[in-house]
């Protein structure tokens, strides 16, 4: 009923920048915090940014004043803006939103399929 489609991923050089983008779509009632995770190889996933809809952001110490999460309430759709890039920042990115679509009551936590941000060295 909820699909989240991430774009913007890709190969890009260390110091690089790179903007991430995932739109929700279907039956969207509401949508409450959306935000970003990330995995790479042999490791668990790991939340990178996340907003709620009063705008409010967390970030994870490892990527504070270099990435920046934003949201268009209209557009169903968050951002991340990546800068000053790493090679450890390689890994697959997965959006997420809590997501009351219509006819519920209630919020399920709905996912992406993931997109791949290469940093090379």
């Not at 990527?63 to 951002?79: C, E, L, M, P, Q």
């Not at 219509?102 to 992406?112: A, E, I, L, Q």
Request: a positive charge; aromatic letters at 10%.
């Amino acid at each position: 009923q909820v699909q989240l489609v991430e774009s913007g991923g890709g190969l890009v050089q260390a110091g690089g920048s790179l903007r991430l983008s995932c739109a929700a779509s279907g039956r969207i009632f509401s949508i409450n915090a959306m935000g970003w995770y990330r995995q790479a190889p042999g490791k668990q996933r790991e939340l990178v940014a996340s907003i709620t809809n009063a705008d409010n952001t967390n970030y994870a110490d490892a990527v504070k004043g270099r990435f920046a999460i934003s949201r268009d309430t209209a557009k169903n759709t968050v951002y991340l803006q990546m800068s000053s890039l790493k090679p450890e920042d390689t890994a697959v990115y997965y959006c997420n939103a809590d997501v009351r679509y219509s006819g519920s009551w209630t919020h399920f936590r709905y996912w992406g399929q993931g997109t791949q941000v290469t940093v090379s060295s």
